[in-house]
């Protein structure tokens, strides 16, 4: 039984996971930094917790922190969401011994699929094909250049205990390679708190598909389809979907076969996603195991659409001891869902990420659409954490008419007061090839570039811009007239 | 409200004269078209020209005019023809300050070091990814005016290079 959570998180997942408690009359606490005070999650839970300062080292990462808050506002369980703690093993093993159920998968599974020597072991011996690579038991600068040579170029170099592109680096020959180790073993320390590299042979223009799966207590394992998420930009998914265009009947059977022996082999509980690297497609296609993701992904609303299930809802019931919603054979994938990341980032100086205040925020509202977003008008997105805004999700009968709902519900999106990537999502999402469902993980790195250009403002948009200097003119002239609501000085602008 | 008042909208590197006529309806261009601006709620206006319509939202103070109307959106620099352009708030792009506010956590050259355009001279850290900040051009390093762990904000440049 639970019947209060503790969301140790920030932002859109904090937000579902806070209405999903709602929704089955299970009591909330937020916890937030002090550059979140005020926050949309803060204002949505029943309780909320001021952890510290700014830095997440010292609030969302302060996992003894978030425990005592979470006893003395008198939680019994505690959901990590994803990134921060969510595939922190000592954290979920912190919580057990505090009392507090871990909404997640037991620590032994976080720990055996959270470092990549053993994921990898374990799913040889499960019979779950990986990509030639190895994690060097010598972390040396000279070892791991002579694990890279093992493996040949081009290669990855990776954080071990990591994911979602952070602390990886692509070498495509000596000469890159000390300077790769060197700011891989930086960017892992920095963001995971662990420096283990991980060097693997890099695939040539593989797919991203992933399987999602879930597990109980009590004997029961499912899968809930792909998502494909080739569309990556320096290894950050931009766009994903189900079903994936590359997968026959055949080879999703194939795939999420391999997905729950995975689940099963490290004795896996609750919501997690198995990723692959796919070469080809069709029936003949390989799938090598990338590495399982042991906590609710960014993108499971994509599943959740073409499902028609509720995973948080699920997450909630399992981790309370229930057996799970659903049987496989009681699921199906019913039409077609694709989901894009709205950055504060700007595609015209090479994405940089942007930090500011939202100074006006219109989301799309139409049949079809989903936005979960973490930010209201006048948020603040902070330099401190990811610079995503919100995710939009289009959910139609067909592909085409998928992409059709999510174009037309990102150009009426509007974000005013920083760049975002909306122009760029919108040119993917009218590329030849995302249309024809050729894109492979190299496509935007590769030929996205072009993608990149500024659309120019229509000349009704100058218009608009000149009446609102002109209105703000005249009511600061007429002193009188700031006691007043201003906008009602402008029915003088009706033409 | 009855005389014509004339403005300058830049954006980028491009300049748009747009007059406000007698009558409230906005003229953009030399010789452009007319628009009606009409406010539906603070921020968003209908724009009209003929039978097309536009829907525009802005925001922002008039140096950083935020706007956006579906599938373009742009910051602009509104000011009264005559006057000169605001000062750039933003950093240009390729100078040796932050790009954001951010963490130094590597300085890679030294006072006196000789360096080639695109050479990484310092990497920061901000939102959870590294930006290298690089050599505009070629020269020597003749200060540095940060170091690893200071917390750092765009503007004044953290290396000198002559």
Redesign the interface.
């Known amino acids: 039984m639970i019947r209060k959570v503790l969301v140790a998180n920030r932002g859109e997942i904090a937000l579902r996971i806070l209405r999903a408690c709602d929704e089955l009359g299970i009591g909330t606490i937020a916890v937030y930094s002090d550059a979140d005070a005020g926050a949309p999650h803060v204002l949505a839970a029943g309780h909320a917790v001021r952890i510290g300062a700014p830095p997440p080292a010292e609030s969302y990462l302060a996992g003894a922190r978030i425990i005592e808050a979470a006893r003395a506002a008198g939680a019994d369980a505690i959901h990590p969401g994803y990134g921060f703690l969510a595939e922190n093993a000592a954290f979920a093993s912190a919580c057990q011994e505090a009392g507090l159920i871990f909404i997640g998968p037991p620590p032994a599974a976080i720990a055996a699929m959270g470092s990549k020597i053993s994921a990898r072991r374990l799913m040889e011996r499960a019979g779950v094909p990986v990509v030639p690579g190895e994690t060097p038991a010598d972390q040396s600068d000279a070892s791991i250049e002579a694990a890279a040579r093992r493996a040949g170029f081009p290669l990855l170099i990776k954080a071990s205990a990591g994911g979602g592109g ?1 602390g990886m680096r692509i070498v495509r020959g000596e000469a890159g390679l000390a300077a790769a180790i060197s ?1 891989a073993r ?2 892992a320390k ?2 995971f708190g662990d420096d283990t590299l991980y060097v693997e042979r890099l695939l040539t223009r593989p797919r991203h598909v992933e399987i999602q799966v879930f597990a109980d207590a009590h004997g029961g394992a499912v899968h809930l389809f792909e998502r494909d998420c080739s569309t990556q930009r320096r290894h950050q998914k931009v766009i994903e979907e189900s079903p994936s265009p590359a997968l026959t009947p055949g080879l999703r059977a194939r795939m999420a076969g391999a997905a729950v022996a995975a689940a099963r082999a490290v004795g896996y509980r609750n919501a997690g996603t198995v990723e692959f690297l796919l070469e080809g497609a069709g029936d003949d296609a390989r799938f090598y195991f990338l590495e399982m993701n042991t906590r609710l992904q960014v993108e499971h609303p994509v599943t959740e659409a073409v499902a028609g299930v509720d995973l948080v809802h699920a997450q909630l019931r399992v981790a309370a001891g229930h057996e799970l919603p659903w049987t496989q054979a009681g699921l199906h994938q019913r039409g077609h869902a694709i989901e894009c990341r709205v950055y504060a980032e700007d595609p015209s ?1 090479g994405f ?4 500011g205040r939202i ?2 925020y ?1 989301q799309p509202e139409r049949p079809g659409i989903r936005v979960d977003a973490g930010v209201v008008e006048g948020s603040e997105v902070s ?5 995503m805004i919100a995710k939009v999700i289009a959910h139609a009968e067909t592909r085409d008419a998928a992409i059709d709902r999510l174009r037309a519900a990102l ?2 999106f ?4 920083l ?2 990537n ?2 760029f999502l ?1 040119a993917v999402l009218d590329s030849p090839a995302l249309r024809s469902g050729a894109v492979d993980t190299a496509y935007l790195d590769e030929e996205g570039s072009g993608l990149a250009s ?18 703000a003119r ?1 009511n600061s002239a007429d002193g009188q007239r700031l006691r007043h609501d ?2 009602t000085s ?1 029915p ?4 | ?1 009855a005389a014509t ?1 004339r ?1 300058i ?1 830049r ?2 590197d491009s300049a ?1 004269p ?1 007059e ?1 006529l007698a ?4 003229r ?2 030399a010789q ?2 007319e ?5 539906v ?5 209908i ?3 003929g039978l ?1 319509t ?1 829907r ?5 103070p ?1 140096e950083a ?12 620099d ?1 000011q009264p023809e005559g006057q000169a352009r605001a000062p750039r708030t933003r950093a240009v ?1 390729g100078a040796l300050a932050a ?4 963490t130094v ?2 300085v890679a050259v030294g006072v006196g070091q000789q360096v080639r355009a695109g050479d990484v001279l310092l990497t920061l ?7 290298p900040i690089r050599a505009p051009r070629d020269g020597v390093v003749s200060a540095i005016r940060c170091a690893p762990g200071d917390l750092v904000q765009p503007g004044p440049p953290l290396v000198e290079i002559t």
Not at chain 1, 383 to 387: N, S, T
Not at chain 2, 99 to 102: K, V
């Open positions: 952070k700011g930086h960017e920095a963001a100086t940089l990420p942007q930090a100074l006006l219109r330099v401190h954490y990811d610079p150009s009426e509007c974000i005013l007061g760049p975002t909306i122009p919108l500024l659309t120019p403002l229509p000349a009704a948009a100058l218009a608009a811009a000149v009446a609102h200097v002109e209105a005249a201003p906008w402008l003088g602008w009706r033409g | 409200m008042r403005f909208v954006q980028g748009t747009v406000v009558d409230g309806r906005v953009v261009g452009g078209d628009f009606a601006v009409t406010a709620s603070p921020g968003e206006y724009v009209a020209c097309r536009w525009v939202a802005v925001a922002g008039p005019r935020w706007v956006g109307s579906p599938g373009a959106t742009a910051c602009v509104v792009h790009p954001m506010p951010g956590v590597d850290e901000a939102m959870k990814m590294e930006l």
